[in-house]
């Protein structure tokens, strides 16, 4: 049996886990049987990680069955116990944006002592967009020193070092 596609707003500044998981425990909680037929889409592993937990905040850590819930990339990827076996218990909570940026900011500061604090928080949030999308893409970092040759990009070897 298929469900039918629901699309729901919250708006800015909601817990978003939160509010998802207690919108789809009102619309399905009685049948815990269409909740698990369910189907939800995240952007990551932290995603889904986080609404698992909601989840379990909401119901007070009873036993129940869940939605399927995939990171968005991996929708395709139905494979049931094989997907369920991987270990996302080791994927790190969620940081919270703010203090994501600010422990770049103070990272670029450290490796740009004479960089001003606006402009390294700017390079912070460039560095941040980098990181997610090279975990996005599931590209391999320790291969950023084979982009370009030494002798083309001298600049290139600062952002190596860095």
């Not at 129940?64 to 990827?77: F, H, Q, W, Y």
């Amino acid at each position: 049996m298929n469900l039918p596609l629901h699309c729901r707003s919250i708006p800015a500044g909601e817990p978003f886990v939160n509010v998802l998981a207690g919108w789809m425990l009102e619309r399905y909680g009685s049948d815990a049987l269409t909740l698990a037929r369910a189907l939800v889409l995240l952007p990551g592993h932290r995603a889904c990680r986080a609404l698992r937990e909601a989840f379990l905040d909401i119901t007070g850590g009873k036993a129940m069955l869940l939605p399927r819930i995939r990171p968005i990339g991996e929708a395709e990827d139905d494979t049931g116990a094989a997907y369920l076996s991987r270990d996302l218990e080791t994927v790190p909570p969620p940081v919270i944006p703010l203090r994501r940026e600010l422990l770049l900011t103070k990272l670029v500061l450290a490796t740009q002592p004479h960089c001003p604090v606006g402009q390294a928080a700017e390079l912070a949030r460039g560095l941040a967009r980098f990181i997610d999308e090279a975990a996005r893409e599931k590209l391999d970092l320790g291969r950023l020193s084979t982009l370009a040759p030494e002798e083309l990009a001298t600049h290139w070897q600062q952002t190596l070092d860095f």
